[in-house]
């Protein structure tokens, strides 16, 4: 739902922003020189109730810090955000720090409504982790949008139970694709067909694990449409066609391996770090026979950050507080309360991260943490969500068998370099 | 047809009443909770505000509700039944906005209502609402099946506009009136985007939007989300139970009574 939003959002942007944007880029961008005091405003992503305390705490110690500060904050649902942050700023009442996952950061960039803060804070390269910090860095446009924030990735998660059941040695789980499909044919001939293994349709973030560039390097046309791609494909199209997967994986209604993993009838899936703690609400026996394991190829990285309205009255106190935020000690400090991950470089030797506490949860937030060290955004921030459902479709077309590896990739290609230049 | 739409909901009711030790996400789904708990009802009250949040949910919804009633009221029988220049082109120009998808206006009218000094309050969610033109065209529809010859017996008796409108017109359009307070009230208690949109002090959130607290990152219970849908499900059971007589007889029974 969210993401539906998103890209309805973006769509809205762009016919609202045509009257509205285009002022605050004559304005000279506020400096970070100036003492620091005076209001200043936050806004968090969902973090309501459960991290009330911790948030309110971060904030107290801004304040204590920084005597004559005050920090108003707010938290804003889950459910529309990216609706929210965009009518926020189309109307001027977007907050001086603002909590944007790179994606959202699109549109306001485009509008010239978020500040460069690469620009204004110099040692910002030197504190965070590269590859976070490039999140906020876009083809095109100078300087980087965001303080990187917590971080995450994907561990695999394996329903031991079913993979016993069923003749498959949780001692050795698949670590290639290849390894995984012959895993999933036994798993089916000794289930009969009933429990799965693979319930993941291909998506681009597979093709960039395949080293096929997903678009070219001046980000101005995508470049997908490789041998390589074809032939991770055609994969997927033997092993559908064998029923390794479940059929409705391809159409549009498809709930998510993560649903079937919790039902039982799937027994792999991807997720967070802290994915084994929301499975412990939500099926408290399925939780215990869950083990982890890295991620195949290339671990996505998932960034959250705190970027700052140019408009903003106060820019002193509101780099003073995104900083404040994303601190080495108040991330490790959110870190304990559930399991992501610091973005900031100090953070690399807290043996907090690299020591389990025995428990599964615990094995998947050292794996997470390990991996996070080669994690890279599989997918370009430019793929909208318009272009991913044509991607999907036509991926789903060449897995389905309807159309040829080769036809699919070039439509999709063809589609996409359309939707970009619109 | 019914086992399809009230199985979700019985399955929102099961989830809402079932312990923290027991699955939710099952191949097999059971409707009975084996340890049936009202605890998360008491924690969703504990967890937000519920009670205030209900409270901003029903001056929206009651402003939206008299809104509608008076304005599409007012409004539909003038279009109906008055004769004045340009009735044609106020009817099309209703029909028109009906063709704007709400996502195309959001951002403009959430621009207008914050002009208006509306941004963050109560009026500024209900006042896009408060007279919706389907109910507009609805109302009309109900006015013009009145007989004309009713009326013109009221004009010849020296009626006014206002005496036609009450003596002649509500009493033979309460089914439709019930049917647009209904539609009006579920609208406005159910809507999400716009209230968020507009209201930024958590204070003032209406309950759709409080609700999304239970749905945070990293601390998502379905149990206590399919409570809170409980919750805000009751009072719609309640506007319809209320006003069912009304809304099944104004449809059987024909416009006339003798």
């Not at chain 1, 605050?24 to 020189?33: D, K, Q, R």
């Not at chain 1, 982790?129 to 990187?148: H, N, T």
């Not at chain 1, 998506?203 to 096929?212: F, S």
Request: aromatic residues 10%; proline residues 6%; charged residues 20%.
């Amino acid at each position: 739902m969210r993401r539906y939003w998103a890209g309805l959002a973006l769509l809205v942007v762009t016919i609202a922003g045509c009257g509205l944007g285009g002022a605050a880029e004559e304005e000279p961008a506020p400096s970070a020189g100036g003492a620091v005091k005076g209001k200043v405003s936050l806004q968090t992503w969902a973090l309501k109730p459960k991290f009330t305390d911790y948030v309110q705490g971060v904030i107290d110690g801004f304040e204590k810090r920084y005597p004559g500060t005050e920090v108003e904050w707010l938290d804003q649902p889950a459910e529309g955000y990216s609706d929210k942050v965009l009518t926020q700023a189309a109307g001027g009442t977007l907050p001086d720090v603002v909590n944007l996952p790179p994606d959202f950061a699109v549109p306001l960039i485009r509008q010239g409504i978020l500040l460069d803060v690469a620009q204004a804070d110099q040692k910002l390269a030197a504190e965070y982790v590269p590859g976070a910090l490039d999140a906020y860095r876009y083809p095109g446009v100078q300087g980087a949008y965001g303080y990187p924030w917590y971080l995450n990735t994907d561990v695999n998660y394996w329903n031991t139970e079913l993979l016993k059941k069923n003749g498959l040695d949780p001692e050795k789980l698949p670590a290639s694709l290849d390894e995984l499909i012959a895993q999933a044919r036994t798993l089916k001939e000794k289930s009969g067909g009933k429990v799965f293994l693979m319930s993941r349709r291909p998506e681009l973030g597979d093709l960039t694990n395949a080293g096929v560039p997903i678009m070219s390097p001046d980000g101005a046309r995508f470049t997908f449409n490789t041998p390589e791609a074809v032939a991770l494909l055609d994969k997927y199209r033997d092993a559908f066609k064998e029923g390794l997967l479940p059929r409705d994986v391809l159409t549009d209604t498809y709930a998510g391996n993560a649903k079937l993993f919790n039902e039982g009838t799937v027994a792999w899936t991807t997720g967070g770090g802290n994915y084994i703690t929301s499975l412990a609400t939500d099926n408290p026996t399925l939780a215990p026979k869950v083990v982890p394991s890295k991620a195949m190829g290339t671990p996505p990285l998932y960034v959250q950050g705190l970027s700052i309205s140019k408009a903003t009255k106060n820019a002193p106190a509101a780099l003073a507080l995104a900083r404040w935020v994303t601190s080495a000690e108040n991330q490790a400090a959110f870190a304990r309360l559930v399991n992501i991950f610091p973005s900031t470089v100090a953070s690399a030797n807290d043996p907090f991260f690299s020591k389990s506490d025995g428990s599964n949860s615990g094995d998947a937030k050292v794996i997470a943490f390990e991996s996070l060290a080669e994690a890279k955004v599989l997918e370009p921030v430019q793929v909208t969500e318009a272009m991913k459902k044509l991607v999907r479709q036509q991926f789903s077309l060449a897995v389905s068998g309807e159309a040829t590896s080769r036809e699919a990739l070039d439509a999709a290609v063809a589609k996409c370099d359309e939707l970009l230049k619109s | 047809m019914l086992v399809i739409t009230v199985s979700p909901f019985l399955w929102q009711l099961s989830t809402s009443l079932k312990s923290l030790q027991e699955d939710i996400y099952t191949g097999t789904p059971s409707f009975w909770p084996e340890r049936p708990t009202l605890s998360n009802y008491a924690e969703v009250a504990e967890t937000i505000p519920v009670w205030s949040y209900a409270v901003n949910s029903l001056i929206v919804a009651a402003i939206v509700v008299a809104g509608n009633a008076a304005g599409a009221t007012l409004a539909g029988f003038a279009l109906a039944k008055l004769r004045f220049r340009g009735v044609k082109l106020l009817l099309g120009l209703f029909l028109a906005t009906l063709v704007l998808p709400a996502e195309v206006t959001i951002i403009s009218q959430y621009v207008t209502v914050r002009s208006l000094g509306l941004a963050d309050t109560l009026l500024g969610v209900a006042l896009p609402g408060a007279i919706g033109m389907l109910n507009v065209l609805l109302m009309r529809t109900a006015f013009q099946a009145i007989p004309p010859e009713m009326d013109e017996a009221a004009i010849i008796d020296g009626a006014t506009a206002w005496q036609r409108l009450r003596h002649v017109g509500l009493p033979n359009v309460r089914g439709m009136l019930s049917v647009v307070t209904i539609f009006a009230f579920i609208g406005a208690w159910d809507d999400f985007l716009w209230p968020l949109i507009v209201l930024t002090d958590p204070d003032n959130y209406t309950l759709t939007v409080g609700l999304q607290y239970l749905n945070g990152t990293f601390s998502a219970n379905p149990r206590l989300i399919a409570a809170g849908t409980m919750i805000s499900f009751l009072p719609i059971v309640i506007v319809f139970a209320v006003l069912q007589r009304f809304f099944f007889k104004g449809v059987e029974e024909g416009a006339i009574k003798g």
